[in-house]
Structures are given as structure tokens and as C-alpha cells.
């Protein structure tokens, strides 16, 4: 604020030199502000506009205040002109009765001109700055329609595979081969526990004791495998639901050692009434974690590391944006994990004789993780070459 707006600078302070240069001399004089000394404030802040210095000399207060009070200005640099010179001396004159109105200053050629050269100035840096805005808008929406372009080719790229395996050339009505539109894929960005529903062929469904539905599901083995004409070890039971994103856990509680093992599997894989996870094609597609001795089954190799269990709680954890797959025994975290998975999986348990019971406790995606870091971890690379290969479910 300047002139009457602003008052007098404080008789009880010393005023700083940037206050006193905007009074004039005959205000401090009559210590009174009046609508003249708003035409000297004017005067001072045009003369600072143009030239970037005060109008007054002097480096101390007593010194500027001497070139107020006898008007001794500063030269005027050579840019400016003879008519603006004129204006502001005249604004700036000590007689208050001598300076223009307002009216006067604002009608004037010179200040009509300084004006417009001022209004062209804004112009050109609003112009200047819309331009900037313009091309940082396009920037943005140039990188995000790149990431869209990205997230669509990995969309194709990932609807391709799954279409690569939409129908196993087979006779065997004994080999469930999962459709695309009959998996189950839960919402993006969902957060919560996830219905469990289990994914076997009819033949095998018939001698299988299922019941509970959503978060708790039993199942157990009716009959001897033997009266089925099954010839594998492990027999593989998947859940329908598959995934490609977010954190995900799954758990089992094994009953008297009825689960024989849990993983994971390539959501596409098709699944036979004898689908040993260690054997023949399955061994690329499914990784595969065994009660007996703790090993980890996967494209051929075992790796040991893990603890074994039997009538305990194991679960499984999914990271996508990891990439990784962790295994718990009763909570705790196993050493031997997966790395690498960048693809839709589902998960699964294995059964063996008849008597074998297991229960799923829990599906879920979670909203962060809660692996921990461990000593001697030890990683398996997951396998993507495997992805678009001939995925046929022998009977053995």
C-alpha cells in the first residue's frame, strides 16, 4: 500500500529508506497524507519501473531523506523519453499544488502510450505462458497415451497366449481344458477375500466329497484312486479363480497330512484326471510345493530349503508388481521362493488316496505384503518360455 492507503511511516521507528522515498517531502513536513502525495507515491513507483533503482540518492536514511526534502533526483537513463521525464518530475514535484491529477496523468499521450506498451507486454507473457501450458498439456497427454498404447499391446500380447490355448486337440473328455471366458478374474483393484471355487473335471468331481462354499471349502477323497484308473502319485485339484495382478494369498489347513502339496499353476494349463505336478508337460506349467520333504518342484528340478508339514496351515503369497511367490507353514516364511512371474496363474492343491482331506481357509488379495526379509532365501526363476508351448495334460 502507498500514499493515503498506506499512512505515515512510524514516528516511534525508524523508517526504512524504501518508506520514506515513497513520501513526499511536504507530507512529512505536515505529517499528513492527502490525494496528492498518491500522485507522488505514483510518480516514485513509475520512476522505479523504468529504471530498477530508487529516484532519490543517497545510501543512508538521514542522506535520502536530504534528497527528498531539497528534491534531488537521479538522472533519468537515455531510454527514457523527454515526455516521461516530464510526467514524473512533474508528479514528483515538492509543491503538491503543482502536481497533475490523476485525471491528467492518465489521459496524456506518453501515459496512454505507456500503457499500451505495458498491455502488450502482459499480452505477450500471457502468450508466452499459454504457449508453455499448451505444450506441457501436450506432453502429458502424449505419455499418457503411450502408457495406454503399452497397456494395450500387453493386453493383446497376454489375450494372444490365452487364445493360443483355447481348445487341446484331444479325445479324452477326461481333460478339463479352461476357456478364457470361464475362468474367473476378480475386479482390478479389489481388496478382500475372493469366493473359492474349485476348477476338476466331472469325472473326478463325482468321487470328491466338496462341501462349504465361498471362504471355507472341504474337500475330500471318497473313493480309492485305483477305482478311478488314476496311475499318477498326486492328483491336482485347482481353484477357477485366476490371477494377474495385486497381492494374493491363498491358504490351506491339510488334515492329517490329506494335502499332499500346493502351488501354482499357468491359468491356461489344462488339467487330466492324472495331473502329477512333477511329471511329463505339468512340470513346466506348475510349481509345485510337497508336504513329505519340503521341496519345491518346478520345470523338472526340486530344490530343497523349505520345511516339510502335515496337519498344518500352509499358504501361499502372490506379488505381482514383485513378480514373486512366497511360501508360509503355519505363518511362517519358508526360505525357497519363486521370481519372475509376469503372467495369469492359479493356484492349487494335490490329494493322493482316498481318506486325503483338505480345506481351503482363505482366498484373498491383500493391499500389501507381508514377506519379510529372511536369511538364506534361495530363488527360482519362473519360466515364461513355457507360455505359449503345446500345454497337453497326459494321462499317464
Not at 531523506?65 to 527514457?80: D, G
Not at 491356461?268 to 505339468?282: I, T
Amino acid at each position: 500500500k502507498f500514499g493515503t492507503q498506506a499512512g505515515l511511516p512510524n514516528k516511534d521507528a525508524a523508517p526504512a529508506i524504501n518508506e520514506i522515498v515513497y513520501v513526499p517531502s511536504d507530507a512529512l513536513k505536515k505529517n499528513k497524507l492527502d490525494s496528492s502525495s498518491d500522485i507522488y507515491n505514483f510518480a516514485v513507483l513509475l520512476y522505479v519501473l523504468l529504471t530498477g533503482s530508487h529516484p532519490f540518492i543517497g545510501t543512508r536514511d538521514e542522506d535520502v531523506l536530504k534528497s527528498v526534502n531539497e528534491f534531488k533526483i537521479k538522472t533519468f537513463p537515455a531510454f527514457v523519453s523527454k515526455e516521461m521525464k516530464v510526467l514524473i518530475t512533474s508528479a514528483m514535484n515538492p509543491d503538491s499544488s503543482k502536481r497533475p491529477t490523476i485525471q491528467q496523468i492518465t489521459q496524456s499521450d506518453t501515459m496512454r502510450m505507456q500503457l499500451r506498451i505495458i498491455g502488450d507486454r502482459q499480452k505477450a507473457v500471457q502468450a508466452q505462458t499459454a504457449l508453455i501450458e499448451e505444450k506441457r498439456r501436450a506432453e502429458f497427454y502424449a505419455y499418457q497415451a503411450e502408457q495406454e498404447k503399452l497397456r494395450i499391446q500387453a493386453e493383446l500380447a497376454r489375450y494372444q497366449q490365452w487364445q493360443n490355448v483355447l481348445s487341446v486337440p484331444t479325445a479324452d473328455d477326461s481333460v478339463s481344458v479352461p476357456v478364457y471366458e470361464e475362468l474367473s478374474f476378480p475386479v482390478q483393484d479389489y481388496i478382500g477375500d475372493i469366493p473359492i471355487e474349485i476348477s476338476v473335471p466331472d469325472r473326478l468331481k463325482d468321487n470328491l466329497h466338496i462341501y462349504g462354499t465361498g471362504k471355507d471349502v472341504t474337500i475330500k477323497v471318497q473313493k480309492k484312486l485305483e477305482e478311478l484308473n488314476f496311475f499318477a502319485e498326486d492328483i491336482t485339484i485347482p481353484i477357477k479363480t485366476a490371477f494377474s495382478s495385486g497381492i494374493v494369498r491363498a491358504q490351506v489347513k491339510s488334515k492329517h497330512g490329506g494335502a499332499l502339496g500346493m502351488g501354482i499353476m499357468r491359468a491356461m494349463h489344462p488339467v487330466g484326471l492324472s495331473c502329477d505336478p512333477r511329471k511329463n508337460e505339468n512340470k513346466n506349467h506348475m510349481v509345485y510345493f510337497r508336504k513329505d520333504d519340503g521341496i519345491v518342484y518346478y520345470n523338472g528340478k526340486s530344490y530343497k530349503g523349505n520345511d516339510d508339514y502335515f496337519d498344518d496351515y500352509i499358504m501361499l503369497e502372490i506379488d505381482f508388481d514383485r513378480g514373486t511367490l512366497h511360501f508360509f507353514i503355519n505363518g511362517k516364511q519358508q526360505p525357497v521362493f519363486v521370481f519372475g512371474i509376469v503372467e495369469p496363474v492359479r493356484f492349487f492343491v494335490t490329494c493322493g488316496k482316498k481318506g486325503d482331506e483338505f480345506t481351503f481357509t482363505y482366498l484373498k488379495r491383500l493391499a500389501e505384503s507381508n514377506v519379510k526379509p529372511i536369511n538364506k532365501n534361495k530363488g527360482i526363476r519362473w519360466n515364461s518360455e513355457y507360455a505359449e508351448s503345446d500345454k497337453k495334460c497326459s494321462i499317464q
